[in-house]
C-alpha cells in the first residue's frame, strides 16, 4: 500500500516487480514516472484525479492488465467511453493502453509504448480518427495477428509494430506516406503487407523483403459463416458494435483485410 503522504511515483520505481499484482495509488499521488510499474503484473489500476504526470511506458510490459481507469475529475487525463485506457485529455493521445482496450473515435494519436509489450492484444480496432502511430506504440505484442490502419493515419514511426511475431496481415492505405525502416522488424516471417501499388507501403515491403499484396484484389465471401460475440444486449441507451467472427472453407478471416463490416 502506497501512503497517502505520496505524491510522486520515481521512473522504474516498480519495474520488473513480477509479484506486483495490486496497487491502490492514492489521492495524493501528481506524477507516476517513466517505466514506473513496468513488467509488472499488475491487472488493475485506477489512476486518481491528482495525477498530472504519467511518464512513457509506466505500465509497458504489463502483460496481465485487464483494467486501466481514469477516475473522474481527472483535468490532464480520462478513460472516455469506458475504454480501459488512459487518454491526454488536451493532445487526444492514447498514452496507456491494456489487452481489453478500445480505442475511442476521439483518439488521434496512439502514443509512445502505449500498447508496449501487451502480449494479451490479440486484436484493436484503430478509429479513423487517428492520424499518427508512435513509437513502440504496439512492439512486442506478440497475439497481434492482424492490423488494418485506416485511411486517415499519415505515419508509422520508430519499432511501432516490432517484436509482433504473430501479425500476418497488415493492411496499409495510401494516406500512410511514412513509415520507418523497423516499423515492423521481428515481425511473423509470414507477413503479409496489403496496400495499393506505388505507395509507401509497397516501397517499404519491397525495401524489407515483406511480401506485398494488392488491396484491390477481390475474393467472394458471400458463403462465409458469420458469428456474433452476442445474439442480444439489454438496452442502456448506449450504442453497441458486438464481435464478428467470419469464417470460409474453415479459416477465420481477417477483419478489415479479408473484408469489412
Known amino acids: 500500500e502506497i501512503p497517502s503522504s505520496v505524491t510522486g511515483i520515481g521512473n522504474y520505481a516498480f ?22 510499474f513496468n513488467g509488472s503484473n499488475l491487472t ?3 489512476i486518481p484525479s491528482s495525477v498530472t504526470e504519467i511518464g512513457t511506458g509506466a505500465f509497458r510490459g504489463c502483460s496481465s492488465l485487464e483494467s486501466l481507469k481514469v477516475l473522474e475529475g481527472n483535468e490532464k487525463y480520462n478513460s472516455r467511453e469506458n475504454c ?5 485529455t488536451a493532445s487526444n493521445t492514447l498514452v496507456a493502453g491494456c489487452k481489453n482496450t478500445k480505442i ?3 483518439v488521434a494519436i496512439i ?15 484503430i478509429p479513423s480518427s487517428v492520424t499518427g502511430i508512435s513509437d513502440y506504440a504496439f512492439k512486442g505484442c506478440s497475439g497481434l495477428t492482424s492490423v488494418a490502419i485506416p485511411s486517415s493515419v499519415k505515419w508509422i514511426l520508430d519499432s511501432a509494430f516490432s517484436g509482433c511475431s504473430s ?14 525502416y523497423n516499423a515492423f522488424l521481428g515481425c511473423s ?30 475474393q467472394d465471401i458471400s458463403e462465409a459463416s458469420i458469428t456474433l460475440e452476442r445474439a442480444s444486449y439489454a438496452y442502456d441507451g448506449k450504442p453497441k458494435t458486438p464481435a464478428v467472427t467470419v469464417k470460409l472453407g474453415g479459416k477465420t478471416l481477417a477483419p478489415n483485410t479479408d473484408y469489412t463490416v
Open 84 to 88: 480501459n485506457g488512459i487518454i491526454e
Open 167 to 180: 501479425l500476418t496481415s497488415v493492411v496499409i492505405p495510401p494516406s500512410v506516406t511514412g513509415i520507418t
Open 104 to 106: 475511442p473515435s476521439s
Open 111 to 125: 502514443g509512445f509504448s502505449a500498447f508496449e509489450g501487451c502480449s494479451g492484444l490479440t486484436s484493436v480496432a
Open 15 to 36: 519495474s520488473g516487480c513480477s509479484s506486483l499484482t495490486n496497487v491502490e495509488i492514492p489521492g495524493s499521488m501528481a506524477r507516476i514516472g517513466v517505466s514506473a
Open 189 to 218: 516471417e509470414n507477413l503479409v503487407i496489403v496496400g495499393v501499388p506505388g505507395s509507401e507501403a509497397e516501397e517499404y515491403a519491397q525495401r524489407n523483403s515483406i511480401t506485398f499484396k494488392f488491396l484491390d484484389s477481390v
Open 44 to 46: 488493475s489500476v485506477e
